[in-house]
């Protein structure tokens, strides 16, 4: 299974960025998923997961300015964020189960990992 993520950038402080990730090595993607991040000298974090279902969890530093969202027939798994903040900056990414049968938001143990994409918000 492979992770790929993309769209990251630089941006200022309010901006909106859409981040995507392509999941391939399964024929489909009806698990769940999630988005992580880490800033420099920080743990990484869980910033939003999806079941597939379409029931979502969020935490509650970015409730209200990202969405999660997936594309099934493209194996393809989103992340809009609105309102951008500096402590948003981090590198960001995307997590698959190592088992398909996790299905739910509510708990989503991340496996297979992509490489990660910058986003760098500026006030």
């Known amino acids: 299974v492979q992770v790929v993520e993309s769209g990251g950038g630089s941006v200022q402080g309010g901006g909106s960025l859409r981040l995507s990730c392509v999941v391939s090595g399964w024929t489909d993607i009806n698990y769940c998923m999630s988005w992580f991040r880490q800033a420099p000298g920080k743990e990484r974090e869980r910033v939003a997961t999806?079941?597939?279902?379409?029931?979502?969890s969020y935490a509650d530093s970015v409730k209200g300015r990202f969405t999660i969202s997936r594309d099934n027939a493209k194996n393809t798994l989103y992340l809009q964020m609105n309102n951008l903040r500096p402590e948003d900056t981090a590198m960001y990414y995307c997590a698959a189960p190592f088992q398909r049968r996790y299905s739910s938001a509510d708990y989503c143990p991340p496996g297979y990992w992509g490489q990660g994409t910058q986003v760098t918000v500026s006030s």
């Open positions: 999806i079941g597939i279902d379409g029931s979502t």
